[in-house]
């Protein structure tokens, strides 16, 4: 409810009431400037604070990503293994061709029986005999191989070493394989 003024009839006093009054609440003090010295001085410090928590986190991440380093992992997805029963980036797929990082790679100077396609059963189990012995040769150390060249029938073949030495020449004394046109042995 409120209380509607009524002015005070003529010849009253009117009472007015003081409040009381406070003194003022001080406020308060200012901060005095840091001098400039101290200013470069914070300034400092937050940039080596700051760049000491990137070099933790990069030790860290680096740390991390070492420790799971695992060298069997690496080794095993450089080998070579048949192409029928492997995921990895290098395999044999016959005696003459195989797949390196992921690439179809047909050996310069070689043919060999084929295991896919093949005329007979006895030229089948030639290659697949060629394609084991291809695998050991290429398990047996480092392996490079050339850039594209073509050869005489035109096809698009690459040299293949391990430790330096040409798989062609230790596949034609195994008998697994022949030179490109050569009729000199049948496989069936």
């Given at each position: 409810m409120s209380k509607h003024f009524t002015p005070p009839a003529r010849g009253?006093?009117?009472t007015v009431r003081r409040s009381i009054r406070r003194e003022p609440v001080p406020l308060?003090?200012?901060?005095e400037p840091r001098s400039d010295e101290v200013?470069?001085?914070m300034g400092m410090a937050g940039v080596l604070s700051v760049t000491a928590a990137m070099v933790a986190l990069i030790v860290g991440i680096a740390w991390v990503t070492y420790s799971r380093f695992d060298p069997a992992a690496a080794a095993e997805a450089k080998r070579f293994a048949q192409c029928y029963n492997w995921n990895g980036p290098n395999c044999v797929i016959d005696g003459d061709t195989i797949q390196v990082n992921h690439e179809v790679?047909?050996?310069a100077g070689l043919e060999a029986p084929r295991i896919n396609g093949s005329r007979c059963e006895a030229e089948r189990t030639r290659g697949i005999q060629a394609a084991v012995r291809l695998a050991d040769l290429l398990n047996g150390g480092a392996v490079s191989v050339s850039a594209p060249i073509r050869d005489p029938s035109g096809r698009e073949v690459r040299n293949v070493k391990v430790k330096g030495e040409d798989v062609r020449?230790?596949?034609?004394?195994?008998?697994?394989?022949r030179q490109p046109g050569s009729i000199s042995r049948k496989w069936c």
């Amino acid at each position: 409810m409120s209380k509607h003024f009524t002015p005070p009839a003529r010849g009253q006093k009117v009472t007015v009431r003081r409040s009381i009054r406070r003194e003022p609440v001080p406020l308060a003090k200012k901060p005095e400037p840091r001098s400039d010295e101290v200013e470069t001085l914070m300034g400092m410090a937050g940039v080596l604070s700051v760049t000491a928590a990137m070099v933790a986190l990069i030790v860290g991440i680096a740390w991390v990503t070492y420790s799971r380093f695992d060298p069997a992992a690496a080794a095993e997805a450089k080998r070579f293994a048949q192409c029928y029963n492997w995921n990895g980036p290098n395999c044999v797929i016959d005696g003459d061709t195989i797949q390196v990082n992921h690439e179809v790679v047909e050996i310069a100077g070689l043919e060999a029986p084929r295991i896919n396609g093949s005329r007979c059963e006895a030229e089948r189990t030639r290659g697949i005999q060629a394609a084991v012995r291809l695998a050991d040769l290429l398990n047996g150390g480092a392996v490079s191989v050339s850039a594209p060249i073509r050869d005489p029938s035109g096809r698009e073949v690459r040299n293949v070493k391990v430790k330096g030495e040409d798989v062609r020449f230790a596949m034609l004394e195994a008998e697994l394989a022949r030179q490109p046109g050569s009729i000199s042995r049948k496989w069936c």
